[in-house]
């Protein structure tokens, strides 16, 4: 079958089960576009208020679906405008596959109108990129940047693809998507000397991250938890997998994680981490991290291995069966001599931070335990980055996996509004909330257009303290209260800009008008924005200082 590229790449998106991109045209890519235009009944396109946002969507639909993420966008600009949005993805092990045009191979080192380099730029913060350079290779290129995206350790792929391919012909045959049988063969006997080491164990603890935020992931994770009895402590990439009130969950650890959760990391003396990379944000201090333990480190990168933490076990391959390999071989913590343990877990839970409440203004806990009451829990929440998104993922009552989705590595702000668009693309029965700040919203708020113009019930609850607050609180600790270029002085009427877009608004000051507009908005077939004042010294604590240890922890 004679095709042109652009058929091509039309042709292999259904190959791949995509039926839903996200994107923004412009010149080199007008071929893409024309075609896109006659495979509208089976490619649906949304067209976003720029390429970040576009690339953000993408992100939200992957994280939310386990599916790759596509994203299309012109040269130039376009293709430069990505590189947040994909570094974002990148960092958070997100399967995505960035498609850019570029002007056409006879233009290419000329420096032509809107000619860039963006496989260079993009080298080191994708897993892998393809310059497309004849039309016969297009077919087999975006097959094998699918594959790599979801293979082993997933991220990110861009394929960059000059104008002259999309209308060059060659011969297409149609093919099944790429699969693999390899799989990463762990030692039996690895795998029983990890196991012994965790039985002889007297206070053992599991921390666990990302890599476990699946829908098959998290069950096994479940399960192996709770055939253990092993209590566990997760980063924030992995809210959601253990449910919030298990009975072993010590929730969230690190610069901004429960004082029970740090203290028993720094007492045990086995540290199972599994799909976890010890971040400088969770490993504060790599010299006195889990100091005490013996760590045994089950990853899918073998990168990621002694590169933050030295580690004394390493098991490398697909956590699902490493887990149901180890769960058999695992003595109950329940069955052992580990009283003393369990009475030392109990105790520090009662030392927690408990946020201070008189009920006389909204407070950050309150507004989070207000939106989980009217979503029942059973939410889909979306973070930009900030103070708020520490209380988030501090307070949010996680049930599901892949609920709660936040820029972690890369710490985004103004990443929020466009996952949330991909997000509920994907699952439009759920509720939806982008819990948000007012420094991040205003980077982000006019992407409420998409919302607007495909009626996505997306509820926006800002959390406006007119300042850069976790910018403040560092200035507040660390810098003697000089805070340089940090209140936001912006007049911004988020109701009449609200109104002005298409959106429904509300201003809250109390608990009961947010709970007032959250049931309006609950009902509202469209997007809201509710603000949410508070105030402007309120903290994220727990806290430990960058470079810290638990014993470095601020708890007021």
Not at 107 to 114: A, C, H, P, T
Not at 214 to 234: E, G, L, P, Q
Not at 393 to 420: C, D, E, P, V, W
Request: hydrophobic share 40%; aromatic share 8%; glycine share 8%.
């Amino acid at each position: 079958m004679l095709l042109n590229g652009s058929e091509i790449f039309a042709e292999v998106l259904l190959e791949e089960n995509v039926d839903l991109i996200f994107g923004y045209p412009g010149g080199s890519v007008l071929n893409l576009y024309d075609t896109l235009y006659k495979y509208e009944d089976k490619i649906k396109h949304i067209l976003t208020v720029d390429e970040c946002s576009a690339g953000h969507a993408a992100d939200g639909y992957a994280r939310s679906s386990g599916k790759t993420g596509v994203v299309l966008s012109t040269s130039g600009p376009g293709a430069t405008n990505l590189v947040t949005a994909i570094t974002t993805a990148q960092m958070d092990s997100i399967p995505m596959v960035a498609i850019t045009g570029n002007v056409p191979n006879s233009l290419i080192g000329k420096d032509s109108f809107q000619e860039v380099f963006i496989t260079g730029v993009t080298m080191p913060v994708t897993k892998h990129n393809f310059f497309v350079r004849s039309v016969e290779d297009l077919a087999d290129i975006l097959r094998r940047a699918f594959y790599i995206a979801q293979s082993g350790r997933k991220g990110v792929v861009l394929v960059d693809i000059p104008k002259d391919i999309t209308y060059a012909q060659t011969e297409y045959t149609k093919k099944t998507a790429y699969k693999s049988d390899y799989k990463l063969s762990v030692d039996n006997e690895d795998i029983i000397e990890a196991c012994t080491l965790i039985n002889n164990a007297k206070r053992p603890v599991i921390y666990f991250g990302g890599g476990t935020n699946t829908i098959d992931n998290s069950n096994v994770m479940r399960n192996f938890i709770n055939k253990t009895n092993i209590f566990a402590t997760h980063t924030i990439m992995a809210c959601g997998v253990l449910e919030y009130n298990d009975k072993y969950n010590l929730g969230m650890i690190g610069m901004h994680g429960k004082s029970s959760a740090n203290y028993v990391i720094n007492e045990a003396d086995v540290v199972v981490a599994i799909g976890t990379r010890f971040s400088d944000r969770v490993a504060l201090n790599t010299d006195k991290f889990a100091k005490q333990a013996k760590i045994i480190h089950i990853e899918i990168d073998p990168s990621e291995v002694h590169k933050n933490v030295n580690v004394d076990y390493s098991l490398i391959g697909d956590l699902k069966d490493i887990l149901a390999a180890m769960v058999t071989n695992i003595k109950k913590l329940e069955d052992r001599d580990n009283l003393d343990w369990i009475n030392d877990i109990e105790k520090a839970k009662k030392s927690d931070y408990k946020p201070s409440d008189d009920g006389s203004y909204l407070k950050p806990h309150r507004i989070i335990e207000a939106i989980c009451n009217k979503t029942n829990n059973n939410g889909v929440y979306v973070t930009d980055v900030g103070q708020h998104q520490m209380w988030s993922a501090q307070f949010i009552n996680h049930k599901n996996a892949r609920s709660f989705i936040t820029s972690g590595g890369l710490g985004t702000m103004g990443f929020g509004y466009g996952a949330a668009i991909g997000a509920k693309l994907c699952m439009p029965n759920k509720t939806l909330v982008h819990i948000t700040g007012d420094g991040s919203f205003a980077m982000n708020l006019n992407q409420v257009v998409t919302a607007v113009n495909h009626n996505l019930q997306i509820i926006t609850v800002i959390m406006n303290n007119k300042t850069l607050g976790m910018v403040r609180q560092w200035q507040t600790i660390f810098y003697d209260k000089r805070y340089s270029n940090t209140d936001i002085v912006n007049k911004t009427n988020y109701v009449a800009v609200a109104e002005g877009f298409g959106a429904k608004g509300f201003h809250c000051e109390s608990i009961e008008s947010l709970n007032n507009a959250l049931d309006i908005a609950l009902k509202y077939n469209g997007p809201t924005w509710i603000e949410c004042f508070i105030d402007k010294d309120e903290k994220v604590l727990p806290m430990i200082p960058s470079g810290g240890s638990f014993e470095n922890i601020i708890m007021n």
